[in-house]
């Protein structure tokens, strides 16, 4: 009986779970390894050359150029996109944001020799920090750079900040702190400001304004940096419609003609911005409104004007951010940074209309061309990029042009200055082109070896494999990663082929026994249909697999919808009418295997929650039929709101309580850890988390700020301590004698509990994150999950996880997110915080709400892989002289079964999220010079990478946990055979 068994496993036990944990790290670390190696290969870099431009570089009586300006004021407005700063009268209703700088328009009328306004444009992506990087040097950003917009850290190439501070002119900071993170050693007197914060829209603008106008007033100076954050911060919180923007923008109109009344003859005012800011707030693509900035100068002294003839050839209404750069060091009468690729402005040189007016702009230009050329021409001489035809092609031009001014002395010809511009323009385009050319066989060699392991892990899907065997190569591919390249030499070459060696010994044996038992199979499936007809196959042989086969299609479908953007922009809802289509197809296979009624409805309680989900979906720019649904609108009355919040707090209260009731059903909570954590742990992160919701949406300020936090972060220390409870005391088995058979407790889901316990854990820290208006996705997301569990009851588990797939990508649009740069929550980073010391907090929790779908639905994956029977009667009690009624217990038992169960879910699992990910690549690889490549294609694929590393590592912190689990409830029941 079932009392005998157990005493053989407590004595007997041979099998062990690490084997199974040993393959889940070999098979993260391959797919970790083949992903970074084509992000290596497609996202593009630059060489950085850390030369610095001096004034002795040219024979001049001046510093390069005879200085125009003594003095610069620099006031840039973060965010501050072009159509902002219109004025336009005939407006009749003019948006929210429409109009409210007017200042920019007066002082053009009132001062129309002196200042200039023009569309800034910035080169994507419109990061903050990329933007200040191209701002201070000159140079083109590459889409690998964006990383730093997190930590951003000492920048080693030549800029005007350097270059200013080499040549003893004096800067002053105002601002924001990222400044002091990139050039901490340049500033002679600054007053930094945390920019972290986007909740905060006035402590740096207010610190800013209040030390501007008496730092201006001052005589020890000779640029001043100004940098405002309130519009950026108000388009994050809010958004572009919203009356705080607006009030914003008011506010920098009355302060910018406040700085105009002080700056003297011998300065020059550039007021402008870093980048724009789409509907919604976001930044960091490349759209028209994100990348499109204002540019606006005023001169103490008069401008000159461009001809008709040269309107032609320098655009009068708009410039590139890089062109700033040669512009001001030109000015202030200091070399051009070294990297820098800009030109510069013309009218900027032109104080009159004579011709040695004319004559400096062409100086300038000339001295403008041989620094861009000196540049590429030293970066040529350190990289293959560039072809030597090309430098050669464009040197000889370059020479020309320098002996055709040295002829005439310098004299002033358009001829030549048309000439000059083209040459920079044409060295500026070149580098954009080689900076965006992509390592094609380092793609194609990454993404062959995706499809290799895709391809193993499917045909060995509950096999165990020789993982050890990959060893001897990972301290080579870890060294060699970081020059890897296919024509540098013997060693890469051998590297490359130990990749695929190793992958081809761990697999060959488990791929050739699963072929054997393919063939026998379709042997005897050929029998059967020569001796009873296609009628009985399609009826007992087929229909068994039609399931896993719907499945496939299901995701097959989603991957291949990554080779067009129209796909990508409806994936949220096509998604929904994925699951649904799972639904129909499992009812109609199983309606003959349950009772009716009860399989109706509960595929009708899991479509339903599916079809609501809908209402917390996002929108991304691209989605012009896409508008926010009445749940999550802040534009709705005070009572609507608290309508809402009193139904998030039902809703949420009513989930983590049907948790706990069906743990308790379980029987899983008849013993200490488990049951210290549903009934003590929770209950008070559910209080903690209603009272936050209720404060913050309250307008009326009970706590302090301070205050306020450590209710999330006494959250978060729980969430902690449950885990470590959970790890620590998982095993929820309990045995009574009561006579003559003992009855055991808890057994039902003894592996699966402690996992189930972790994400009721993770719940209330996730609807923190979310807050209350999208919380009850949440809801949604744990019933559609139990529903899942029932339904798929006697599935396979390849099909299992297919539908728990589909499941996390429909709730990663469900919890508010597309995949877009523009749309990530960095609010997330301050539930809880006002300020971050270090960025590995704020990033974890960023992550943590970006991915929140797919960390909940892989902890819940072994309650619906290892579902099983539950056994009647109080408690969920087993009899333990019955073997049939065994539950949970069955993978303790047979423990092929348990090794069996967790290789399929490891290895569908992986093979998944890496084929999915090899059709995502290979879309970037096919489309990598699509106009939407790095608006639509990059950030799905880098979405789908991310989905993919984190399930991999949340599956194996699962088996972690059930080898745990395992390893108690061995040792528990050991003591109870040797008791009874």
């Not at 200039?116 to 990061?127: K, T």
């Not at 060294?479 to 051998?494: C, E, M, N, Q």
């Not at 309508?643 to 029987?667: D, H, I, N, P």
């Not at 592996?751 to 996730?766: D, E, I, K, N």
């Given at each position: 009986?079932?009392?005998?068994?157990?005493?053989?496993?407590?004595?007997?036990?041979?099998?062990?779970?690490?084997?199974?944990?040993?393959?889940?790290?070999?098979?993260?670390?391959?797919?970790?390894?083949?992903?970074?190696?084509?992000?290596?290969?497609?996202?593009?870099?630059?060489?950085?050359?850390?030369?610095?431009?001096?004034?002795?570089?040219?024979?001049?009586?001046?510093?390069?150029?005879?200085?125009?300006?003594?003095?610069?004021?620099?006031?840039?407005?973060?965010?501050?996109?072009?159509?902002?700063?219109?004025?336009?009268?005939?407006?009749?209703?003019?948006?929210?944001?429409?109009?409210?700088?007017?200042?920019?328009?007066?002082?053009?009328?009132?001062?129309?020799?002196?200042?200039?306004?023009?569309?800034?444009?910035?080169?994507?992506?419109?990061?903050?920090?990329?933007?200040?990087?191209?701002?201070?040097?000159?140079?083109?950003?590459?889409?690998?750079?964006?990383?730093?917009?997190?930590?951003?850290?000492?920048?080693?190439?030549?800029?005007?900040?350097?270059?200013?501070?080499?040549?003893?002119?004096?800067?002053?900071?105002?601002?924001?702190?990222?400044?002091?993170?990139?050039?901490?050693?340049?500033?002679?007197?600054?007053?930094?400001?945390?920019?972290?914060?986007?909740?905060?829209?006035?402590?740096?603008?207010?610190?800013?304004?209040?030390?501007?106008?008496?730092?201006?007033?001052?005589?020890?100076?000779?640029?001043?940096?100004?940098?405002?954050?309130?519009?950026?911060?108000?388009?994050?919180?809010?958004?572009?419609?919203?009356?705080?923007?607006?009030?914003?923008?008011?506010?920098?109109?009355?302060?910018?003609?406040?700085?105009?009344?002080?700056?003297?003859?011998?300065?020059?005012?550039?007021?402008?911005?870093?980048?724009?800011?789409?509907?919604?707030?976001?930044?960091?693509?490349?759209?028209?409104?994100?990348?499109?900035?204002?540019?606006?100068?005023?001169?103490?002294?008069?401008?000159?004007?461009v001809s008709q003839e040269e309107s032609a050839l320098f655009d009068p209404e708009r410039v590139f951010?890089?062109?700033?750069?040669?512009?001001?060091?030109?000015?202030?009468?200091?070399?051009?940074?070294?990297?820098?690729?800009?030109?510069?402005?013309?009218?900027?040189?032109?104080?009159?209309?004579?011709?040695?007016?004319?004559?400096?702009?062409?100086?300038?230009?000339?001295?403008?061309?041989?620094?861009?050329?000196?540049?590429?021409?030293?970066?040529?001489?350190?990289?293959?990029?560039?072809?030597?035809?090309?430098?050669?092609?464009?040197?000889?031009?370059?020479?020309?042009?320098?002996?055709?001014?040295?002829?005439?002395?310098?004299?002033?010809?358009?001829?030549?200055?048309?000439?000059?511009?083209?040459?920079?323009?044409?060295?500026?385009?070149?580098?954009?082109?080689?900076?965006?050319?992509?390592?094609?066989?380092?793609?194609?060699?990454?993404?062959?070896?995706?499809?290799?392991?895709?391809?193993?892990?499917?045909?060995?899907?509950?096999?165990?494999?020789?993982?050890?065997?990959?060893?001897?190569?990972?301290?080579?591919?870890?060294?060699?990663?970081?020059?890897?390249?296919?024509?540098?030499?013997?060693?890469?070459?051998?590297?490359?082929?130990?990749?695929?060696?190793?992958?081809?010994?761990?697999?060959?044996?488990?791929?050739?026994?699963?072929?054997?038992?393919?063939?026998?199979?379709?042997?005897?499936?050929?029998?059967?249909?020569?001796?009873?007809?296609?009628?009985?196959?399609?009826?007992?042989?087929?229909?068994?697999?039609?399931?896993?086969?719907?499945?496939?299609?299901?995701?097959?479908?989603?991957?291949?919808?990554?080779?067009?953007?129209?796909?990508?922009?409806?994936?949220?809802?096509?998604?929904?009418?994925?699951?649904?289509?799972?639904?129909?197809?499992?009812?109609?296979?199983?309606?003959?295997?349950?009772?009716?009624?009860?399989?109706?409805?509960?595929?009708?309680?899991?479509?339903?929650?599916?079809?609501?989900?809908?209402?917390?979906?996002?929108?991304?720019?691209?989605?012009?039929?896409?508008?926010?649904?009445?749940?999550?609108?802040?534009?709705?009355?005070?009572?609507?709101?608290?309508?809402?919040?009193?139904?998030?707090?039902?809703?949420?209260?009513?989930?983590?309580?049907?948790?706990?009731?069906?743990?308790?059903?379980?029987?899983?909570?008849?013993?200490?850890?488990?049951?210290?954590?549903?009934?003590?742990?929770?209950?008070?992160?559910?209080?903690?988390?209603?009272?936050?919701?209720?404060?913050?949406?309250?307008?009326?300020?009970?706590?302090?700020?301070?205050q306020m936090c450590w209710l999330p972060r006494t959250v978060y220390l729980l969430a902690v301590l449950?885990?470590?409870?959970?790890?620590?005391?998982?095993?929820?088995?309990?045995?009574?004698?009561?006579?003559?058979?003992?009855?055991?407790?808890?057994?039902?889901?003894?592996?699966?509990?402690?996992?189930?316990?972790?994400?009721?854990?993770?719940?209330?820290?996730?609807?923190?994150?979310?807050?209350?208006?999208?919380?009850?996705?949440?809801?949604?997301?744990?019933?559609?999950?139990?529903?899942?569990?029932?339904?798929?009851?006697?599935?396979?588990?390849?099909?299992?996880?297919?539908?728990?797939?589909?499941?996390?990508?429909?709730?990663?649009?469900?919890?508010?997110?597309?995949?877009?740069?523009?749309?990530?929550?960095?609010?997330?980073?301050?539930?809880?915080?006002?300020?971050?010391?270090?960025?590995?907090?704020?990033?974890?929790?960023?992550?943590?709400?970006?991915?929140?779908?797919?960390?909940?639905?892989?902890?819940?994956?072994?309650?619906?892989?290892?579902?099983?029977?539950?056994?009647?009667?109080?408690?969920?009690?087993?009899?333990?002289?019955?073997?049939?009624?065994?539950?949970?217990?069955?993978?303790?038992?047979?423990?092929?079964?348990?090794?069996?169960?967790?290789?399929?879910?490891?290895?569908?699992?992986?093979?998944?999220?890496?084929?999915?990910?090899?059709?995502?690549?290979?879309?970037?690889?096919?489309?990598?010079?699509?106009?939407?490549?790095?608006?639509?294609?990059?950030?799905?694929?880098?979405?789908?990478?991310?989905?993919?590393?984190?399930?991999?590592?949340?599956?194996?912190?699962?088996?972690?946990?059930?080898?745990?689990?395992?390893?108690?409830?061995?040792?528990?029941?050991?003591?109870?055979?040797?008791?009874?």
């Open positions: 009986n079932l009392l005998h068994l157990l005493r053989l496993k407590g004595a007997h036990d041979t099998v062990c779970l690490m084997v199974t944990l040993k393959t889940g790290l070999w098979l993260l670390w391959l797919v970790v390894f083949s992903l970074l190696l084509y992000l290596r290969g497609f996202l593009l870099t630059k060489i950085e050359i850390e030369k610095f431009s001096t004034c002795h570089d040219y024979a001049r009586e001046d510093c390069w150029s005879k200085p125009r300006y003594k003095r610069a004021v620099l006031v840039l407005i973060d965010a501050l996109r072009h159509d902002f700063t219109l004025y336009n009268s005939s407006v009749e209703n003019p948006e929210p944001w429409q109009n409210k700088m007017p200042v920019f328009s007066e002082l053009r009328k009132q001062f129309p020799e002196r200042t200039r306004h023009l569309e800034f444009i910035a080169d994507p992506p419109s990061a903050t920090f990329l933007r200040l990087k191209g701002l201070t040097t000159g140079g083109l950003p590459t889409f690998v750079d964006m990383g730093s917009n997190f930590g951003a850290s000492e920048i080693t190439e030549d800029s005007w900040v350097k270059q200013l501070s080499l040549n003893k002119k004096k800067l002053v900071l105002l601002g924001d702190d990222t400044w002091m993170s990139i050039y901490s050693k340049y500033f002679y007197r600054s007053f930094p400001y945390p920019s972290f914060d986007v909740w905060d829209l006035h402590t740096v603008d207010n610190g800013v304004w209040s030390h501007l106008l008496p730092q201006i007033r001052t005589e020890d100076w000779d640029v001043i940096v100004a940098h405002f954050l309130g519009v950026d911060h108000a388009g994050h919180r809010y958004h572009v419609n919203h009356p705080e923007l607006s009030s914003k923008l008011e506010q920098v109109n009355q302060w910018v003609g406040e700085i105009v009344r002080e700056v003297e003859e011998d300065t020059v005012l550039f007021v402008f911005g870093d980048h724009g800011m789409t509907t919604s707030g976001d930044h960091g693509g490349e759209t028209a409104d994100e990348v499109t900035s204002t540019l606006f100068v005023y001169s103490g002294s008069k401008l000159g004007a951010q890089t062109d700033l750069v040669p512009t001001l060091t030109l000015l202030l009468g200091v070399p051009i940074p070294y990297s820098s690729l800009g030109s510069v402005i013309p009218f900027l040189f032109l104080d009159d209309n004579s011709e040695q007016s004319r004559t400096d702009l062409q100086l300038a230009l000339q001295t403008n061309m041989n620094q861009v050329f000196r540049y590429i021409e030293a970066y040529s001489m350190i990289s293959s990029e560039f072809s030597p035809s090309e430098i050669s092609q464009i040197k000889t031009k370059i020479e020309d042009l320098n002996k055709q001014i040295t002829e005439t002395s310098g004299q002033y010809s358009f001829t030549v200055v048309k000439e000059l511009k083209q040459v920079i323009r044409r060295i500026r385009d070149l580098c954009s082109k080689h900076w965006a050319q992509f390592n094609l066989p380092v793609m194609a060699l990454s993404i062959s070896l995706m499809i290799l392991l895709s391809v193993s892990l499917i045909a060995t899907s509950s096999l165990s494999v020789t993982w050890w065997l990959s060893l001897p190569g990972v301290p080579l591919l870890i060294i060699s990663y970081d020059s890897l390249s296919l024509w540098t030499g013997a060693t890469h070459f051998v590297t490359v082929s130990l990749t695929f060696v190793t992958i081809v010994a761990t697999f060959y044996a488990p791929v050739r026994l699963k072929l054997s038992s393919f063939m026998c199979k379709a042997g005897d499936l050929i029998k059967s249909f020569k001796e009873r007809g296609v009628s009985y196959l399609l009826k007992n042989s087929l229909q068994i697999y039609f399931l896993d086969v719907a499945g496939i299609v299901i995701i097959f479908f989603m991957s291949v919808g990554f080779m067009t953007n129209s796909y990508i922009l409806v994936e949220d809802y096509v998604t929904v009418h994925f699951f649904g289509t799972l639904l129909i197809i499992n009812y109609l296979l199983k309606k003959g295997t349950k009772p009716s009624s009860k399989l109706i409805l509960i595929s009708v309680l899991a479509g339903t929650a599916s079809r609501l989900s809908t209402t917390f979906f996002g929108c991304r720019e691209e989605q012009f039929w896409c508008g926010k649904t009445w749940w999550l609108s802040t534009e709705v009355p005070s009572h609507v709101r608290s309508y809402k919040y009193v139904g998030s707090v039902a809703v949420f209260l009513g989930t983590m309580y049907g948790l706990y009731r069906y743990q308790k059903e379980q029987g899983s909570l008849m013993r200490g850890g488990l049951k210290f954590v549903h009934c003590t742990i929770h209950s008070v992160q559910c209080v903690l988390v209603v009272v936050y919701w209720a404060l913050s949406a309250s307008t009326t300020k009970v706590l302090t700020e301070v449950a885990v470590g409870v959970v790890v620590y005391a998982p095993c929820t088995v309990r045995v009574l004698d009561t006579g003559s058979t003992p009855r055991m407790y808890g057994a039902t889901s003894c592996y699966s509990a402690p996992s189930l316990a972790v994400y009721t854990t993770l719940l209330p820290v996730c609807a923190l994150l979310l807050q209350y208006s999208a919380a009850p996705a949440l809801a949604l997301l744990t019933a559609q999950l139990m529903c899942t569990s029932r339904l798929a009851e006697g599935s396979s588990v390849v099909f299992k996880v297919m539908i728990c797939h589909v499941i996390a990508v429909q709730y990663f649009y469900a919890t508010g997110h597309q995949a877009a740069v523009q749309q990530f929550d960095w609010n997330a980073a301050f539930v809880g915080f006002t300020s971050h010391p270090y960025h590995a907090l704020p990033i974890s929790m960023i992550a943590l709400r970006t991915l929140m779908s797919f960390v909940l639905v892989s902890l819940f994956l072994p309650t619906i892989v290892l579902q099983s029977p539950a056994p009647t009667g109080p408690a969920q009690e087993v009899d333990l002289g019955d073997p049939q009624n065994t539950a949970q217990l069955q993978f303790y038992i047979n423990r092929e079964l348990l090794s069996t169960t967790l290789l399929s879910l490891l290895h569908s699992s992986t093979a998944l999220t890496l084929f999915k990910c090899t059709l995502a690549c290979a879309a970037c690889f096919i489309h990598r010079r699509h106009l939407m490549i790095w608006n639509i294609f990059t950030p799905r694929m880098i979405i789908e990478m991310c989905f993919a590393a984190c399930s991999s590592v949340v599956v194996l912190c699962d088996l972690v946990l059930l080898e745990r689990t395992d390893k108690i409830l061995r040792g528990e029941l050991a003591k109870i055979s040797k008791a009874i």
